[in-house]
């Protein structure tokens, strides 16, 4: 109850809360009178102008009235459902001072139920007249929801309606043209008189790029629920279809069909394939069907097409594709390759064009053979200090480690060794002792055409540093070993070196610093002096670089060099060393990322080579009199863990691309 102004508002008496429109729902059909215990004088005056409203949100009543002029000690409220008999809701009498009372139920209340309520007072030992009657009838359920859905290529809206009544006869289904915060800027229509089941409606009376409303109406004879409204919904601008691409040298030619008749405009997105989000690479009218990306850099892209109509976007289909190759660019074909694990993280093609695979991490090392190799895969579990340099094959295809051997529960390397497959089975051999003074760099192994293993490593103190640096050879079945860093006592450097053999089997080291080289050569009789490397675009991360040697006096550098301008920050290039200069080095493409990247060249020269994975996909760029020639693999793999490229003794191009499974992407054999 609600006491009026004069009342004190703490004042709630629970027997009559408890009771509430509970008691009114459940006893009113129940028989009982309105006869009371006590006489009835109508000389006690009844409240007048009672009334009664009813909020259907919180199921609430609030039955209001005027008290009588004479003094009352108070009243009892009564109530009935449907016309039956009335029933007394109070258990205690009201207050005289109250004008008004809140009934409240914890249960829904039926649809369409008329509840009427009268009053009459209390004085002493007497009950007086009844007051007038007032009466409420609870509304019928509104539908429980309408959603409208456009068609993507069809003039249609499919209307549905949820059902949540159980007494409605039929739905009036109405819609409106409104504006974009849904607000009707005309009157409602009607479009159909539906069956009070929940369903779908389908309008096709609709225009294209016409944003309309949808709302439902329960109806039980001439009594209606309130409306239920959709979202804003509108069809189109319809999207084109059918989008294409043809490749051309350097380029790719999109086509499309188009089908709106409203839309102002036809954008063209586009992004590399391993790219996050996308470049708005044109607006065309809404009447074009074709448009030529031309100038395109090698690898894989992916074209999205879209209209619009003012604010409205409609997105169609996407479509990938890669530019043909120029010519020299080498022409691939792939072979699974199922025995390079997944987590292969070394690899080496012996001279037949077959991968050797090897898997190396904290304290072990494993070697794959290829198919039809006479040997079985082979793991150490007691190695320590192995890199990713560790495996070797000679020109026979046998397989050939390097790796530091466990001395104590660390892991510090007691011994440097060398193991190979002999034939029969695994033999291995130490190279030097270590005095276990800590790790050092990662072992180095590289094979001579003559078969003979080479190492360059810390030379036995386990020191990270160049000065620690030698190099190792197996003369007539003994190790020997020079000093390389001799002469760098007082030059620091945390970066691994770089190792490699030229065609004739001659070694060559180059030391990387953040932005710097040291080569150092090797005279004939066995000492080693540095030469400094100097470019200008030697910026860091040099340790990642590959240098290939044709001989003392010719060879390529391959790094990756960090502009830090956008896009295209990181450049891929290469310097070359003619007739003992080095020479500027020359940009050969450049990327808005990309993970790691393989070179290899032939003995002769005639042929150089670089792998490359970056946000265009695999990618591959080979040297030619004209200069670098870029291709793309046909491959949308982009950032993988292993990348190695080489040339089998046929001078024919392999690149070992790490998926799964992996794949040899390889030059057809003639």
């Not at 309008?203 to 790029?209: A, G, I, L, M, R």
């Amino acid at each position: 109850m609600i006491p009026d102004a004069t009342t004190d508002l703490s004042f709630r008496p629970p027997a009559f809360l408890g009771a509430a429109i509970v008691a009114l729902m459940l006893s009113c059909g129940g028989g009982g009178g309105s006869s009371a215990p006590n006489p009835v004088f109508p000389s006690v005056p009844a409240p007048s102008n009672v009334t009664v409203a009813y909020s259907p949100s919180n199921y609430q009543v609030t039955v209001s009235w005027t008290p009588p002029a004479a003094t009352v000690d108070g009243y009892d409220l009564e109530g009935c459902l449907q016309g039956q008999a009335f029933t007394k809701l109070n258990t205690t009498l009201i207050p005289a001072a109250y004008t008004s009372a809140l009934l409240t139920t914890s249960t829904v209340p039926r649809e369409l139920d008329t509840f009427t309520f009268r009053m009459r007072s209390f004085a002493g030992t007497t009950y007086g007249g009844y007051s007038n009657t007032a009466s409420f009838t609870t509304p019928l359920n509104p539908l429980s929801y309408v959603f409208a859905t456009a068609s993507p290529d069809k003039l249609e809206i499919a209307v549905t309606l949820g059902q949540s009544s159980y007494m409605a006869t039929g739905i009036i289904l109405e819609r409106a043209t409104v504006d974009a915060n849904g607000e009707a800027i005309g009157a409602w229509t009607r479009l159909a008189e539906l069956p009070a089941a929940s369903g779908t409606w389908t309008d096709t009376q609709v225009q294209e790029s016409v944003n309309y409303r949808y709302r439902g109406t329960n109806t039980c004879g001439v009594v209606s629920s309130e409306p239920q409204l959709s979202w804003i919904q509108s069809v189109g601008p319809f999207a084109p279809t059918g989008l294409a691409c043809v490749p051309e040298l350097g380029a790719l030619n999109l086509t499309w069909t188009n089908h709106s008749t409203t839309a102002t405009a036809i954008q063209i997105t586009r992004s590399p394939v391993a790219a996050a989000g996308t470049d708005v690479l044109a607006t065309l009218a809404p009447t074009a069907t074709a448009y030529r990306d031309g100038n395109l850099r090698p690898g894989h892209y992916t074209y999205s097409i879209r209209v619009s109509q003012g604010s409205r976007i409609t997105l169609g289909g996407s479509v990938g594709g890669y530019p043909l190759d120029p010519p020299g660019a080498p022409v691939l074909q792939s072979t699974p390759l199922t025995t390079v694990p997944d987590l292969a993280n070394a690899a080496v093609l012996t001279p037949s064009g077959t991968w050797i695979a090897g898997q190396s991490g904290y304290g072990f090392f494993s070697v794959f053979p290829p198919p039809g190799a006479a040997w079985n895969p082979w793991t150490i579990t007691s190695a320590a200090l192995v890199g990713n340099g560790f495996l070797a094959a000679d020109v026979q295809g046998i397989p050939h480690m390097v790796h530091g051997s466990s001395k104590t529960a660390a892991a510090l390397p007691a011994a440097l060794v060398h193991a190979w497959f002999d034939g029969q089975g695994w033999s291995s051999e130490k190279i030097t002792a270590y005095d276990g003074s800590g790790f050092g760099y990662f072992p180095l192994i590289c094979i001579d055409p003559a078969g003979t293993p080479k190492v360059v490593a810390s030379g036995g103190t386990g020191s990270m540093n160049w000065a620690s640096l030698r190099y190792f050879t197996r003369e007539g079945g003994t190790w020997t070993s020079e000093s390389i860093g001799a002469s760098l006592a007082g030059v620091s450097g945390w970066d691994a070196p770089m190792f490699g053999l030229d065609p004739a089997g001659r070694p060559h080291v180059m030391l990387p610093q953040y932005d710097s080289l040291l080569e150092m050569v090797r005279s004939n009789d066995g000492t080693w002096t540095s030469l400094a490397v100097t470019d200008a675009n030697f910026t860091s991360n040099l340790s990642s670089g590959k240098c290939l040697w044709l001989d003392p006096d010719n060879a390529w550098f391959i790094f990756e060099s960090v502009t830090y301008g956008a896009p295209g920050y990181l450049q891929l290039r290469a310097k070359a060393k003619v007739a003992g200069v080095w020479q500027p080095s020359v940009l050969v493409d450049a990327f808005d990322s990309f993970e790691t990247f393989d070179a290899a060249i032939t003995p002769d020269g005639s042929r150089l080579a670089i792998a490359a994975t970056s946000e265009r996909g695999p990618l591959v760029y080979v040297r030619t009199p004209q200069g670098w020639t870029g291709g793309s693999l046909p491959s949308t793999a982009a950032y993988r863990s292993l990348l190695r490229t080489g040339f089998d003794s046929g001078g024919r191009l392999h690149i070992l691309l790490q998926s799964s499974p992996a794949v040899d992407w390889h030059e057809q054999t003639p």
